[in-house]
């Protein structure tokens, strides 16, 4: 039987004697009902680089993988139904609510990434202008036209954002909360760079935005983002019982963690070069093979082959 442990933050992990126990179990590989692995991708840049990653290490090990385009939300939904297998974009404390709500039909089993910023973001030219702080955006209102640009509607920000609008927090009363895709906030923010406007969005990191924008963070939001400017940790999520079903995959996952860099790195070079995700992160294992080490150690073919050397000879590494 697999033990957890409880974390500071309330979160269910899987304890380092489940990974021991994973790590036995998968010697045997997974059974075949195990060989289709569904991931649910709320279309955020960051979360497409660790599917893309993971899926790509999967399908060398002889696993069938299906990324799923689904809003925050309905991916919890899924996971709860049984549609969705494994999710990497838990941002936390974002969605503190979501893991409350659906704790009994899913289980967190990595920390996948830590410092992770999150919070509201303005150019560098706004911020030198005097908006440093969520406090500071009122006195610009009409600088800002009364806007904030979020992301996807229902999403955990955006309705954060949309309550410290309804409760009048730092006189936002009479702002709106624009929700928008990511792609569709950011082009909004690139237009208004081109012509020195202020604007405000939703900024985080790692993203290419970080890159790609002059751009500062706002002090103030604690008690929407939380400190050190919305500092958040990600952790990858399945629905409830996967890792004793599939100890396997379980073990990868329990194996995966990411950087900022490299995060950074990949979605970078995706934008500059206009590929694929899932080409530039296939680009960067190509050029750090080393990360394999760790991330396949104790890890299998679907069919019970140590996966290390499989994948690299995949791979021609």
């Known amino acids: 039987m697999s033990k957890f442990f409880t974390s500071k933050n309330g979160l269910k992990t899987l304890g380092a004697t489940a990974v021991i126990a994973y790590s036995g179990m998968a010697l045997a590989g997974d059974p075949a009902s195990c060989?289709?692995?569904?991931?649910?991708?709320p279309g955020w840049s960051d979360i497409g680089v660790t599917n893309a990653i993971t899926t790509s290490l999967l399908n060398a090990m002889g696993y069938e993988t299906n990324v799923q385009l689904l809003s925050v939300p309905i991916g919890y939904e899924s996971i709860k139904n049984g549609g969705v297998d494994v999710f990497m974009g838990n941002w936390m404390p974002a969605q503190k609510h979501f893991i409350n709500q659906y704790k009994d039909n899913l289980d967190v089993v990595k920390t996948n990434l830590t410092g992770v910023k999150f919070t509201l973001a303005v150019p560098s030219y706004v911020y030198d202008a005097g908006v440093k702080d969520f406090k500071d955006l009122e006195a610009h209102a009409g600088d800002f036209n009364y806007r904030i640009y979020g992301i996807a509607?229902?999403?955990?920000?955006?309705?954060?954002?949309?309550?410290?609008?309804?409760?009048?927090?730092?006189?936002?009363?009479?702002?709106?909360?624009?929700?928008?895709?990511?792609?569709?906030?950011?082009?909004?923010?690139?237009?208004?760079?081109?012509?020195?406007?202020?604007?405000?969005?939703l900024g985080w990191e790692p993203h290419p935005m970080n890159v790609k924008f002059d751009m500062k963070y706002l002090s103030g939001g604690d008690d929407y983002f939380g400190p050190n400017y919305g500092g958040?940790?990600?952790?990858?999520?399945?629905?409830?019982?996967?890792?004793?079903?599939?100890?396997?995959?379980?073990?990868?996952?329990?194996?995966?963690?990411?950087?900022?860099?490299?995060?950074?790195?990949?979605?970078t070079t995706a934008t500059d070069k206009g590929e694929p995700i899932a080409k530039a992160a296939t680009d960067w294992l190509m050029?750090?093979?080393?990360?394999?080490d760790n991330w396949l150690e104790g890890v299998t073919t679907l069919s019970g082959q140590p996966a290390l050397g499989v994948v690299k000879e995949k791979m021609g590494l």
């Open 35 to 41: 060989q289709n692995v569904t991931f649910s991708d």
């Open 153 to 201: 509607a229902g999403s955990p920000a955006n309705e954060n954002l949309q309550s410290m609008v309804d409760k009048n927090d730092f006189d936002l009363g009479d702002w709106k909360v624009v929700a928008s895709s990511e792609q569709g906030m950011l082009s909004q923010v690139s237009r208004a760079v081109k012509r020195d406007k202020f604007i405000v969005f």
């Open 232 to 267: 958040a940790t990600i952790h990858t999520v399945t629905r409830k019982g996967y890792s004793e079903a599939c100890p396997n995959v379980a073990k990868l996952l329990t194996n995966l963690e990411f950087s900022l860099d490299m995060e950074n790195s990949i979605m």
């Open 287 to 292: 050029a750090n093979p080393q990360a394999l």
